[in-house]
């Protein structure tokens, strides 16, 4: 069964500080991904990784930065908290198989920053 | 970029009674996933359906994918309360996933 864990379920940071969330897959998936869930919007990707060390942009990277130095562990990095970084962050890895394949998701970690 | 849309955005049945989710998107695809979320398990893959297929059954959950029309509808039947949740399809582009806003379903006792 794969199991997906993120670091935190709930974090409360206040604006400015620097926060790390952390994801670790324990299928050997190759992909990584980060989302953020808000009400109305469905997900939308930060950033995801196809390999160790490498990433890539999604649909809105800014004021997010990520770290892959190990397969299984997936970093998300808030340089300078903000309130409108408020939000579900949710981890998920796949296999990379042609033409995709279904995601599997952490329990996610809601962020409030004041 | 949300490229999926699904209607309605929300649904209230009573128990025993199907449920039918609708899901169009603009551009080809390679494959449609469903899947649910609700407070108790997460967000949870449901059912695949690659860009050849036309339908695909699951359980009680039902698929079907018209490519012409840029449209998936997922029905699920004989509905039960803890089916309650949101559900939400994704179209998949280069290992990426495009999601809608997903359809909140309420299963009344």
């Known amino acids: 069964d794969v199991k997906v864990t993120q670091s935190s379920r709930y974090l409360v940071k206040r604006t400015g500080e620097k926060v790390f969330l952390e994801c670790v897959q324990d299928?050997?998936?190759?992909?990584m991904f980060w989302y953020r869930q808000d009400p109305g919007l469905g997900l939308r990707l930060i950033y995801f990784?196809?390999?160790?060390?490498?990433?890539e942009k999604g649909d809105i990277p800014e004021g997010y930065s990520v770290s892959r130095e190990k397969k299984e562990r997936f970093s998300l990095i808030l340089e300078s908290a903000s309130t409108n970084q408020t939000s579900m962050y949710l981890c998920?890895?796949?296999?990379?198989?042609?033409?995709?394949?279904?995601?599997?998701f952490g329990p996610g970690t809601r962020l409030t920053v004041t | 970029s949300q490229q999926g849309e699904e209607d309605p955005q929300a649904l209230s049945i009573q128990e025993g009674e199907n449920a039918t989710m609708n899901c169009s998107y603009k551009?080809?695809?390679?494959?449609l996933q469903w899947y649910r979320q609700n407070s108790g398990r997460g967000l949870v893959h449901l059912i695949l359906?690659?860009?050849n297929e036309r339908e695909k059954h699951s359980g009680r959950l039902r698929v079907t994918l018209d490519t012409s029309k840029k449209s998936s509808s997922l029905l699920i039947t004989a509905s039960r309360a803890a089916d309650t949740a949101s559900y939400f399809c994704?179209?998949?582009?280069?290992?990426?996933?495009?999601w809608g806003a997903g359809t909140k379903l309420i299963i009344k006792p």
């Open positions: 998920a890895s796949s296999l990379r198989e042609e033409g995709g394949g279904e995601q599997y």
């Open positions: 299928m050997d998936h190759e992909n």
């Open positions: 990784s196809y390999d160790v060390k490498m990433k």
């Open positions: 551009t080809s695809i390679n494959n």
């Open positions: 359906i690659r860009s």
């Open positions: 994704a179209r998949e582009s280069n290992y990426q996933l495009i």
